[in-house]
């Protein structure tokens, strides 16, 4: 079957850096993307990483070990506007697999 | 460039009652996908257009249906409705078939009592 594992709670302090763990269970695994949802909000594309390695986008990074079946989410020089819930996410045919989610708390 | 829109942003209603969600593509996007976000969960997958036609569907039974117009925009249509139905339906817009990254609207929250 296909699966993706998140931790379902992480909290952080402002400036800090935070890591957030995706592991995934599929055949035919073509990449993994990552999303933010605000409470109340659309989720929004943050990065994807179709090979293996780090993917920089300003404070965000995203890695990918495919022999692994492991990716995670680093966030850097964090901020309260970050307290939200982060998923892992991978196509598969027509859809987009999600995680359950992870929410991040960030606290002053 | 607009976003994804969806109406309403709320909705009530009663067991075994029909419901139509409407949702506006991105501007030049032509696929359009729905999820359903159960509270704590991550979107699942319902369906999704192109084109017009139905192109991939989740698990979800028939009395979960769609449409897409010429214009892209599109409607989630929910037959006999059930109270497990209770979600954030969230639609979403991309330029092709079968891409990572997906332009969400902002949802409807559907209640059923």
């Known amino acids: 079957g296909q699966s993706l594992e998140q931790p379902s709670e992480v909290t952080a302090v402002e400036g800090a850096i935070v890591q957030i763990n995706c592991t995934y269970q599929t055949s035919g695994f073509y990449g993994l993307s990552w999303y933010q949802q605000h409470d109340g909000g659309a989720p929004t594309f943050l990065s994807y990483n179709g090979l293996d390695g780090l993917e920089e986008t300003g404070r965000f990074s995203s890695f990918l070990s495919r022999s692994d079946s492991y990716g995670y989410l680093l966030l850097q020089e964090l901020q309260m506007k970050d307290s939200a819930s982060y998923f892992c996410a991978f196509p598969s045919g027509y859809a987009l697999n999600f995680g359950k989610g992870t929410s991040l708390l960030v606290t002053p | 460039e607009t976003g994804v829109t969806q109406s309403p942003t709320h909705l009530i209603k009663t067991r075994g009652q029909q419901v139509t969600l409407r949702c506006s593509s991105q501007s030049g996007h032509n696929t359009v996908s729905w999820y359903q976000q159960a509270l704590g969960q991550g979107p699942q997958f319902i369906f999704q257009?192109?084109?017009?036609?139905?192109?991939g569907r989740g698990n979800f039974p028939p009395r979960f249906s769609g449409l897409q117009f010429p214009n892209y925009s599109s409607e989630l249509n929910v037959n006999a409705l059930e109270l497990d139905d209770s979600a954030l339906y969230l639609c979403?817009?991309?330029?092709?078939?079968?891409?990572?990254?997906?332009?969400f609207g902002p949802g409807t929250r559907l209640t059923v009592t």
């Open positions: 979403a817009s991309s330029s092709r078939v079968g891409t990572y990254e997906q332009y």
């Open positions: 257009y192109y084109r017009e036609e139905e192109n």
